[in-house]
């Protein structure tokens, strides 16, 4: 089977006053129907990632590097009408804050048709009819009502139904989730968890979540990959990275979590604080705040270890006990 998406020595630049280093030779693949969620802190990279698949970068100063395949189409190939026709089609995304993705002075209905009669050519009565059955897809009461709100008329978890339904009017085979459940609470959340599950089963879809917090990974995936200033660390399934955590980076953010804590006690953290993005890593960029950091690991980037099919962690650590895929490189050569 070919994978629906595969991302190969993504790098991107930011260029300025200085040259801001997001991202730094990740790779990544996604098979058709999968979940897979980025992980990591603010700043890893995560949303870059998302935005340079739909090519929303500025491109004035952004220069990026390596290939980006989703269902056959070369993304870093896209430009004009061919580049208007992948985004909403081929792949759609959701926002982290939907009030600021959604147009304030249309209707919700005037902007999930405007979008299906971009891509499918249909009458604008279809298309309205298209939006109705997806504001009732996703569960909004009183659909036919909601159809004609604007978005500051409804609720955060509302709207941010609302978002989905329009990320997914077309049904496209790829959607990108940048944290959308970062802005609601906890019941809102999980209900807005399930209802994405369900729905990629329905549309056969596959999904790149990205988000900061570990429950919300463990419930939305099949895979997780772990990033850390601008690379993947630890890639597994849910339950190989919850029980079998092998990068001391994933093992810090599992350990950094409220589960399992006990009332009146400090909670677990990752001591430092993420390096700074004026340069492109060319040692392993979590040894300063890693307990189990050796000379070796200021000196080079990380070989990449194979503990099992679908496995992969960066650390030295795994010498010995793994498979290793790629060699650590001198910082000459990164």
Known sequence: ??????IRDLTVRFHGERTVHAVNGLDLTLQPGEVITI?????????????????????????????????????????????????????????QEPMLALDPVYTIGDQIAEAVRRHDRVSRTKAMDIALDMLTRVRIPSPERRLRNYPHEMSGGMRQRAMIALAL????????????????????????????????????????FVTHDI????????????????????????????KDPRHPYTKGLLAANLHGATRGTSLASIPGSPPPLDARPNNCAFAPRCAHAREECLEALPPVFRPGPGRRVACVLERGQSEMVLPARTPEAA
């Open 169 to 208: 009017a077309c049904r496209p085979k790829l959607l990108l989730a940048d944290e959308p459940t970062t802005a609601l609470d906890a019941t809102v959340q999980i209900q807005v968890l399930l209802l994405l599950r369900e729905l990629q089963k329905e549309f056969g879809m596959g999904i790149v």
């Open 215 to 242: 429950g919300v990974a463990v419930e939305i995936s099949d895979r997780i990959a772990v990033m850390y200033a601008g690379n993947i660390v630890e890639e597994g399934t849910v339950s190989e990275i919850i």
């Open 39 to 95: 992980l990591g802190e603010s700043g890893s990279g995560k949303s870059v990632t998302l935005k340079a698949l739909l090519k929303l970068l500025p491109e004035k100063r952004t220069e990026i590097g390596g290939t980006m395949t989703v269902d056959g189409i070369d993304v870093t190939a896209l430009t004009g009408r061919r580049l208007s026709d992948y985004r909403g089609k081929a792949v759609s995304m959701i926002f």
């Open 1 to 6: 089977m070919s994978p629906l998406m595969e």
